[in-house]
């Protein structure tokens, strides 16, 4: 059963730095893209088990565990088997960064993300920006994920989900946020959405434009 099969529910309250975004899940398969949060996320798994994939590391998380994904870090939640599981999560408001943050050693990945910021469409064009990198194009995804734990065409979807989400936070209408983020129609915007986080751009927008 994938994500999209079910919705999460959404609110946003005051919190001490900001406002705190939560996301809830009743009892799922639940199954979510790699993706990453400007905050932390801190996870509180209310029944049943999941699978947390990090870039380095997998470990199973189940009922009564509380586990934290510090910002900008590539992960995914996934089922372990088909019972699914329940979940509560917060996000803190994050800092001055809503990206992965540069090690010592990145510089290609680094250069990478720049580039994809800065595309005006979901077009990731690998070998363009291999070029840009002075790398071959295979040598530049394999580092990446390497680097990562995703592809570069996930990452720049992230990065446009990002930014569709900070539209949406200032009540952007669903279509502007989607088109202004480089996603082709506010339908591929759904998908990728609910794909993402388990809830329509419309469930977001509203959940900030009640708090």
Sequence with gaps: ??????????????????????????????????????????????AGRARLRLPSTCREVVAGD????????????EPVDGSGWAFSSRFVPPATKNAPADGPHDALGAQARALLSGRPSLHTDVEAIAQACAVSAGYLARAFRRET??????FHVLLAL??????????????????DAGFYDQAHLNREFVKTFGMTPAVFRAGWAAA
């Design 66 to 77: 509380t586990v934290v994904v510090p910002a900008g870090v590539i992960h995914r939640f």
């Design 162 to 179: 990002h930014k569709a989400k900070a539209s949406l936070r200032d009540r952007a209408p669903v279509i502007e946020a989607a088109l």
């Design 149 to 154: 734990g995703t592809s570069l065409h996930n």
């Design 1 to 46: 059963m994938h994500a999209a099969a079910a919705r999460t529910s959404f609110t946003v309250s005051p919190g001490g730095a900001g406002r705190v975004e939560t996301i809830a899940g009743a009892r799922h398969a639940w199954r979510f893209r790699p993706h990453f949060h400007a905050g932390d996320e801190i996870v509180q798994v209310l």
